[in-house]
């Protein structure tokens, strides 16, 4: 049974900092793509980073280049997400997705395979 686990939302000030974490079962992690999507109320779901299954390639969204992080851990296959800098706008549910896509990181949610149950993030002005 594939799990994908994630955890460390909250609520936090413009400005401030969190980091998400995403723990994997039931799959090979070193076979997947892995990214965090992020989901606005009335919004539809949207592409936030991903790194590749090597680790060496990564892609984020225009809107969080330079303030956040996405980063994979093989030993305790899970894969992170800091969040520096944010911003009201950054507001939404995080998911953690694996995809198997072999071309390149994808970014759209119908190319993942898995995803978790989602995390709450909420940025106060």
């Known amino acids: 049974q594939v799990q994908l686990i994630e955890s460390g939302g909250g609520l936090v000030q413009a400005g401030g900092s969190l980091r998400l974490s995403c723990v994997a079962s039931?799959?090979?992690?070193?076979?997947?793509?892995m990214a965090w999507f992020r989901q606005a109320p009335g919004k539809d779901r949207q592409f936030v980073a991903g790194?590749?299954?090597?680790?060496?390639?990564?892609s984020y969204t225009d809107s969080v280049k330079g303030r956040f992080t996405i980063s994979r851990d093989y030993a305790k296959n899970t894969v992170y997400l800091r969040m520096n800098s944010l911003k009201p706008e950054d507001t939404a549910v995080y998911y953690c997705?694996?995809?198997?896509?072999?071309?390149?990181?994808?970014?759209?949610?119908?190319?993942?395979?898995?995803w978790g149950q989602g995390t709450q993030v909420t940025v106060s002005s």
């Open positions: 790194i590749s299954r090597s680790g060496f390639s990564t």
């Open positions: 039931g799959i090979t992690f070193s076979e997947y793509d």
């Open positions: 997705a694996a995809s198997r896509n072999q071309a390149r990181i994808a970014i759209r949610p119908h190319e993942y395979d898995y």
